[in-house]
């Protein structure tokens, strides 16, 4: 069975120098307009989490949630955390750095799904 959060090697190493700059971060992924459908990170004592949110899984130690109502769009995918280089959401941390996470996705089959 595939995991159903996964993130690049280079996406690891990019979140382990934000931790030596920030201390402990904290993902989310909301869904809503403008930057929503991008994964955002922030400085773990810099955002709450809300009882709409679900925890999907960790990326070098850092808590990466989902809103529940992109839960239920995404729950049959496999979610691929990278990164690139250009300006994401003015809020994340990785912007000041002239990066980005991406999020890519694979459809998981019947046999490797996780409702």
Same mark, same amino acid.
């Given at each position: 069975?595939? $995991? ?14 934000? +931790? #030596? ?8 992924? #909301?869904?809503? *307009? *403008?930057?929503?459908?991008? $994964?955002? *990170? ?11 949110? /679900? ?6 130690? *850092? %808590? ?12 049959? %995918? ?8 250009? /300006? ?6 990785? #912007?000041?750095?002239? +990066?980005?996470?991406?999020?890519? %996705?694979?459809?998981? %089959?019947?046999?490797?799904? /996780? $409702?």
């Amino acid at each position: 069975m595939n $995991p159903q959060l996964v993130v690049t090697e280079e996406a690891r190493n990019f979140v382990q120098m934000l +931790k #030596s700059k920030h201390g402990q971060l904290i993902f989310h992924l #909301s869904g809503g *307009c *403008c930057d929503g459908s991008t $994964p955002m *990170c922030y400085q773990e004592s810099d955002f709450l989490i809300g009882s709409s949110d /679900r925890k999907l899984g960790e990326i070098e130690g *850092c %808590s990466f949630y989902i809103h529940v109502n992109q839960y239920e769009y995404w729950k049959n %995918s496999q979610l691929i955390i990278d990164i690139s280089n250009g /300006r994401g959401g003015v809020f994340s941390l990785e #912007s000041a750095e002239g +990066k980005r996470f991406m999020l890519q %996705s694979n459809i998981l %089959s019947h046999d490797e799904n /996780r $409702p």
